[in-house]
């Protein structure tokens, strides 16, 4: 070891609690379940946006459509994007607020984009 990195052919099987980690040990089950546990509320979160894109495109869509305002709203959505992520990133707060944010600010962007371009061509 050189500076305390590991070269290989420097560890050996005894340097490792492998009990611990087996398909026998004692801490399989619990290692599993909670890691169960954690994909699920993971794909719960981070699902957030796409819901709320797919439930609120086709009217926020049509309000669009009805109101205008299409060059308001790809202004502001980019910025709440950009927020978002900010916060995501550099803060430590509960993601479902930042998710959230994500969705709406996604759902706005593409309900003015798409619509945009028969528009332009």
Known sequence: MIDGILYRGQL??????????SASGA???????????AETQTSVIMSIPYIISAVLSPPLGYMIDLYGMRAVISAIAPMVLII????LG???????GPLIGQGLAYTGFV???WPSVPLVV
Do not use: G
């Not at 801490?27 to 546990?37: K, P, Q, V």
């Not at 550099?90 to 479902?96: A, G, M, N």
């Open 12 to 21: 050996t099987p005894n340097d490792v609690h492998w009990d611990a980690w």
């Open 90 to 96: 550099l803060t430590t707060v509960s993601p479902i």
């Open 27 to 37: 801490c399989t089950e619990t290692f599993c379940r909670r890691l169960s546990e």
């Open 84 to 87: 978002v992520h900010l916060f």
């Open 111 to 113: 309900s003015v984009l």
